[in-house]
Structure formats: C-alpha cells, structure tokens
C-alpha cells in the first residue's frame, strides 16, 4: 500500500467519523444507572436511601417499578408522591361507600384538574372505569379528600401536574 492510499483511507475513515458525529443518538426517556453506580430509591419505610446497582432482581425490581432515580431530590418527589396518592386513596376508601362497579346506574364521582382555569372539579360517571382513577361514591367525599392533603398537593401528587 502507497502512502497516497493509506492517506486517502485515513481521509474517508475521518468524514466518515464526522458524519457520525453529527447523528443524533437517541437517549433513553428514563434514566438507568450502570453497573455498579449509585441510584436513589424510596426504601419500604418511606425513607430515602442511595444503592449501588449490582443489576440483581433488586434493581431490576426499582427500575421497573419507577423507583429508580438519578438524584436524591427525584426519589424524595417519588416519595411524596407515593405518600399524598395512599393518603388521598386511604381517605376515600375510609368515607365512601362501596363502589358497586356491576351497576351502570349508580354514579362513581372523581376529581380532574380543568386545563383552561386550572381549577379542580368534581363530575361523575356511570358506566365507565377509568385505569388509574380514584372513584368514591359521592362528590362530597372526594372534596373532603383533597382537603385533608391540601389542594396544591393534590394537584401535584396525585394528579401529577408541575
């Protein structure tokens, strides 16, 4: 091989690299710690604790269950978040009657957060089950609910707006 050959390769192999540099690579949306670095987690006392991932069922465990965070201040907005949903849940289930899911008739009330005024509202329905909605038997109920974990809580926790 001719030094004009090996030059020639070495500048192709080089706008090649360019070219590459210049794609995009899509990151994962959720992040996921290496081998052996540090990850925070909401521990099953509600605390919050740093781990190191050994990629053992544990952490597989963390990761697929969203508990899995990158700093301390994301698994402690976990926590709350676990925290006002369970409180807001365990007071709807304490003061609301049975929800009798068989009946197309009975009204089942939930809480949404109206986009345009940012107001919480209270409606109802009869025939549907909504995946991941809080029903309670009566409207009453759920507002008494987002009293007693604050209605800024509600909005953030529970419903997950910023």
Same mark, same amino acid.
């Given at each position: 091989?001719?030094?004009?050959?090996?030059?020639?390769?070495?500048?192709?192999?080089?706008? !090649?690299?360019?070219?590459? /540099?210049?794609?995009?690579?899509?990151?994962? =949306?959720?992040? +996921?710690?290496? *081998? $052996?670095?540090? @990850?925070?987690?909401?521990?099953?006392?509600?605390?919050?604790?740093?781990?190191?991932?050994?990629?053992?069922?544990?952490?597989?465990?963390?990761?697929?269950?969203?508990?899995?965070?990158?700093?301390?201040?994301?698994?402690?907005?976990?926590?709350?978040?676990?925290?006002?949903?369970?409180?807001? !849940?365990?007071?709807?289930? /304490?003061?609301?009657?049975?929800?009798?899911? =068989?009946?197309? +008739?009975?009204? *089942? $009330?939930?809480? @949404?957060?109206?986009?345009?005024?940012?107001?919480?509202?209270?409606?109802?329905?009869?025939?549907?089950?909504?995946?991941?909605?809080?029903?309670?038997?009566?409207?009453?109920?759920?507002?008494?609910?987002?009293?007693?974990?604050?209605?800024?809580?509600?909005?953030?926790?529970?419903?997950?707006? !910023?």
């Amino acid at each position: 091989m001719t030094q004009a050959e090996k030059d020639k390769i070495i500048k192709e192999l080089q706008e !090649k690299l360019a070219e590459a /540099e210049k794609i995009k690579v899509d990151e994962p =949306k959720r992040w +996921k710690p290496n *081998k $052996y670095k540090t @990850y925070w987690l909401v521990d099953n006392c509600g605390g919050v604790g740093e781990v190191t991932w050994q990629n053992g069922d544990y952490d597989k465990w963390h990761y697929v269950t969203g508990n899995c965070f990158k700093t301390k201040e994301e698994a402690e907005e976990h926590r709350k978040q676990i925290e006002y949903t369970a409180r807001y !849940k365990n007071y709807i289930e /304490e003061h609301s009657e049975p929800i009798d899911w =068989k009946n197309a +008739k009975t009204l *089942k $009330y939930y809480a @949404y957060m109206r986009i345009e005024t940012q107001e919480i509202e209270v409606d109802n329905y009869d025939r549907y089950k909504i995946q991941g909605t809080i029903f309670a038997s009566n409207g009453q109920v759920i507002w008494d609910a987002i009293k007693e974990i604050g209605e800024d809580n509600f909005k953030k926790y529970v419903l997950g707006v !910023k």
